[in-house]
């Protein structure tokens, strides 16, 4: 029994440190959020996420890219009648196939880190 724990220890306690050092990579990364469909951006999925995209797409109002991204509920990178059309049978209970009112993290790039092979004190440019 003893081999045996022996055996298992090790790749378990490796297993775990993984675990945490991706766990903490992923919380360094994300900072947004957005609900999916919640074109308003007020918390909840709403007729009124449906109302501002139809507005939207007669050219009465304008998104923010926060908003375009909540409000790209199939995600195809439009902005379209489909996705209000997505809201609207989510709304009456037809289905989900979207994850509409889901949480999205997104993750930025990390910052550019540039390096000089020159001393002193020689800014990067940019
Ligand atoms: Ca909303
Ligand atoms: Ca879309």
Redesign the pocket.
């Known amino acids: 029994m003893k081999r045996l724990l022996r055996a298992l220890l090790p790749p378990c306690c490796a297993a775990l440190a993984s675990a945490v050092i991706i766990t903490a990579v992923s919380a360094v990364n994300t900072d947004t959020r957005y ?1 999916r ?10 007729v ?2 449906v109302t501002l995209i139809q507005r939207c797409l007669a050219d009465l109002v304008k998104l923010s890219q926060a908003d375009i991204k909540a409000a790209d509920v199939n995600g195809n990178g439009i902005v379209d009648v489909d996705d209000a059309t997505a809201i609207q049978r989510w709304l009456a209970l037809y289905g989900n196939e979207y994850n509409i009112e889901e949480t999205v993290f997104c993750q930025t790039e990390p910052p550019t880190v540039v390096f000089s092979t020159q001393g002193g004190n020689d800014l990067p440019f940019v």
């Open positions: 609900i469909g919640d074109a308003d951006g007020n918390g909840r999925v709403t009124s996420d």
